[in-house]
């Protein structure tokens, strides 16, 4: 617009200049006026044109940037969502994956009772052969009139994978009772603990899973142990303890499954996988 208003400002003064000559010169100037004037109307139609085709380009790369970022924004808010949904999901599989292990667990220890039992049977008949005639008191006499180890123990199993935890509870206590000193002992011990973790009673289920790590070291329910207590304690608003134990799961039992989910739970709870040193 600036240049149009010079233009007819230009044009103008022409137009005086040419008015003030004489009048034997008018006709010849105000040809060459006119000349010039449609010289500067072509010049100022070919600029306005050119600035017209590069505001047309200009537009368009506009609108194509706009376009390219609108479509960016939204290819970042999918993976955005995607990201998450990996996350939930990834979760979700970790509590799959717990219950799974413990339903192994649970397999293995009902398969060990059952070679207890049969390794009892054995037992017993080479005992029985060695032994004919005499006058042996009953097994369940020695045990102080309790089942044998093996069906106190499978029954116990049985009633807490029925999530019959009242009869399990004292089922798994008889069994401590009688059979501390067998291989099963700490699993029954660590189970009295999950009972008590299942329900809610979360303080009495780490003094459960503390007698397992304590007394029965060498037990394979230990990992468990020391990961469920940890989870105890952080459900119990006890971060810095929870962290804690779980970190020391990890490294001593860097290999293990329940490695595996402490460290998925300290990485949400934005701690480290080794203890403070």
């Given at each position: ?11 103008l003064l022409l137009l005086l200049l040419a008015a003030a000559l004489p009048a034997f010169g008018v ?57 998450e949904q990996l996350h939930n999901d990834a979760g979700a599989r970790s509590d799959q994956v717990q ?135 952080l459900d119990l608003g006890r971060q810095s303890a929870g962290v804690k134990e779980l970190q020391s ?29």
């Open positions: 617009m600036t240049f149009r208003r010079c233009f007819l400002r230009f044009a006709s010849k100037e105000i040809i060459q006026l006119q000349t010039q004037v449609q010289q500067l109307q072509d010049q100022m139609a070919r600029m306005q044109q050119s600035f017209d085709e590069r505001m047309g380009v200009m537009k368009n790369l506009v609108e194509q940037t706009s376009d390219n970022i609108n479509k960016m924004t939204t290819s970042v808010d999918n993976l955005s969502k995607q990201v219950g799974q292990i413990q339903a192994l667990h649970d397999s293995v220890d009902e398969l060990k009772a059952k070679l207890a039992a049969i390794s009892k049977q054995l037992d017993d008949l080479k005992s029985g052969q060695q032994n004919i005639g005499a006058d042996a008191p009953p097994p369940a006499a020695a045990a102080g009139q309790a089942p044998p180890p093996d069906v106190l123990y499978n029954n116990a199993l049985r009633d807490y994978n029925a999530a019959r935890y009242t009869l399990a509870q004292q089922e798994f206590s008889d069994y401590l009772k009688y059979y501390l000193t067998t291989d099963l002992a700490g699993n029954a011990q660590f189970y009295l603990g999950e009972i008590g973790y299942k329900q809610g009673d979360l303080e009495g289920a780490i003094k459960a899973y503390d007698v397992v790590i304590e007394q029965f070291a060498g037990n394979n329910k230990v990992p468990a142990a020391q990961l469920k207590k940890g989870f105890a304690l799961l990890v490294a001593r039992f860097p290999r293990s499954p329940e490695a595996t989910q402490a460290r998925e739970r300290l990485r949400k709870l934005g701690a480290s996988g080794r203890p403070a040193r």
